[in-house]
T-cell receptor, first 114, second 115 residues
Framework: AQSVSQHNHHVILSEAASLELGCNYSYGGTVNLFWYVQYPGQHLQLLLKYFSGDPLVKGIKGFEAEFIKSKFSFNLRKPSVQWSDTAEYFCAVNHPGGYQKVTFGTGTKLQVIP | EAGVAQSPRYKIIEKRQSVAFWCNPISGHATLYWYQQILGQGPKLLIQFQNNGVVDDSQLPKDRFSAERLKGVDSTLKIQPAKLEDSAVYLC?????????????FGPGTRLTVL
C-alpha cells in the first residue's frame, strides 16, 4: 500500500526565514503529488500539485515544490515565510488514471513567529 | 460559489451510541468523499461515491459505519455503535469527477468525541 512520510511534525520559524518541508512517498511507479494546507479555523485546501512535466511546480502564495523521482520526494519550499503562513501542511499522493484514492501524510504544523 | 457544507460541526456522544453526519457537496460535483482524520494523523479515505454509486469503500469499517448518497447529491455517514477510537474529525470533500487529476474541495469537518 502507498504511504506518505512527512518527517517534521512541528516547525517553528521566524518571519522572513526560508522554509522546506519534507515529503517522501513509498510507491515507485508514476504518481500525482499534492500539497494541501489548512489555515487555523479554515478548510483543507489545495496549495499546489504535480502531474507531469517540469518537476518544479509553483503554487499559491509564493510556495513551490520540487519532485525528485530518484528520491521519491516532493518537498515544499518558500524562500521567505510570513506570519500568515502559520498552518498545517499535508503532502498527498495518488496514481494517475481511473478512480485513484489520495493517500495523505501525517501533516506538518508550521508556526511562524512575527 | 458555495463550498462543501457539513453538519453538525461538533458532536459528543457516549460509546455504543449512534451518530450521523451530513454533507452537501459543491453543486455539480459528481464525486463525494468521506475522510476520517484522527488527531495527529492525515485524513484517511473511508468511502468515495461517484454520483450515487460507491467507488471505493475498502477502508470503511462496515460492521459499524455506513454511508449513503441517495439521489447523488448530499450524503450521510453513520456510526452505529460508536467506539472510543472513532473520536476524530470527519471530513467531507467533493470533486467534479472521480479521476485522479480532479481537485478535491473540503468541508469544515465534524469533530466527534466519543466518551
Amino acid at each position: 500500500a502507498q504511504s506518505v512520510s512527512q518527517h517534521n511534525h512541528h516547525v517553528i520559524l521566524s518571519e522572513a526565514a526560508s522554509l522546506e518541508l519534507g515529503c517522501n512517498y513509498s510507491y515507485g511507479g508514476t504518481v500525482n503529488l499534492f500539497w494541501y494546507v489548512q489555515y487555523p479555523g479554515q478548510h483543507l485546501q489545495l496549495l499546489l500539485k504535480y502531474f507531469s512535466g517540469d518537476p518544479l511546480v509553483k503554487g499559491i502564495k509564493g510556495f513551490e515544490a520540487e519532485f525528485i523521482k530518484s528520491k521519491f520526494s516532493f518537498n515544499l519550499r518558500k524562500p521567505s515565510v510570513q506570519w500568515s503562513d502559520t498552518a498545517e501542511y499535508f503532502c498527498a499522493v495518488n496514481h494517475p488514471g481511473g478512480y485513484q484514492k489520495v493517500t495523505f501524510g501525517t501533516g506538518t504544523k508550521l508556526q511562524v513567529i512575527p | 460559489e458555495a463550498g462543501v457544507a457539513q453538519s453538525p460541526r461538533y458532536k459528543i456522544i457516549e460509546k455504543r451510541q449512534s451518530v450521523a453526519f451530513w454533507c452537501n457537496p459543491i453543486s455539480g460535483h459528481a464525486t463525494l468523499y468521506w475522510y476520517q482524520q484522527i488527531l495527529g494523523q492525515g485524513p484517511k479515505l473511508l468511502i468515495q461515491f461517484q454520483n450515487n454509486g460507491v467507488v471505493d469503500d475498502s477502508q470503511l469499517p462496515k460492521d459499524r459505519f455506513s454511508a449513503e448518497r441517495l439521489k447523488g447529491v448530499d450524503s450521510t455517514l453513520k456510526i452505529q455503535p460508536a467506539k472510543l477510537e472513532d473520536s476524530a474529525v470527519y471530513l467531507c470533500a467533493s470533486s467534479l469527477q472521480a479521476d485522479s487529476y480532479n481537485e478535491q474541495f473540503f468541508g469544515p469537518g465534524t469533530r466527534l468525541t466519543v466518551l
